[in-house]
Nanobody
Framework: QVQLVESGGGSVEAGGSLRLRCAVD????????KGWVRQSPGKEREGVAV???????NYKEAVKGRFTISQDNSGNTLYLQMNNLTVEDTGMYYC???????????????????RGQGTQVTVSS
């Protein structure tokens, strides 16, 4: 049973930073795809950032240059460093994962079979 547990969300002012963390427990490891998706008020869920075991990383265009996705050497912890946050970044952020044969695209993360409970990020102006 795969479990994903997010932490690190909070409330910040525009221009601030947060670092999200996702603890991955189960048979997933560094070789699999892991990413972050978010759901903002009144909007559909959208992929934000994703990486795979080959080192491929992709970001949603709106967060490029501000967000950085990474994982530890074991693949058991996934991070999302978010800098220069804007009000538009407000939403619930979910860690998502998929296994062998996964596609490391932000659109694909929206359909990954495993997802955590989420952590809330609120950015005020």
């Amino acid at each position: 049973q795969v479990q994903l547990v997010e932490s690190g969300g909070g409330s910040v002012e525009a221009g601030g930073s947060l670092r999200l963390r996702c603890a991955v427990d189960g048979w997933y490891n560094r070789r699999h795809c892991k990413g972050w998706v978010r759901q903002s008020p009144g909007k559909e869920r959208e992929g934000v950032a994703v990486l795979d075991g080959d080192g491929d990383i992709n970001y949603k265009e709106a967060v490029k240059g501000r967000f950085t996705i990474s994982q530890d050497n074991s693949g058991n912890t996934l991070y999302l460093q978010m800098n220069n946050l804007t009000v538009e970044d407000t939403g619930m952020y979910y860690c998502a994962a998929d296994g062998y044969g996964c596609r490391a695209t932000v659109i694909a993360t929206e359909s990954y079979p495993y997802r955590g409970q989420g952590t809330q990020v609120t950015v005020s102006s």
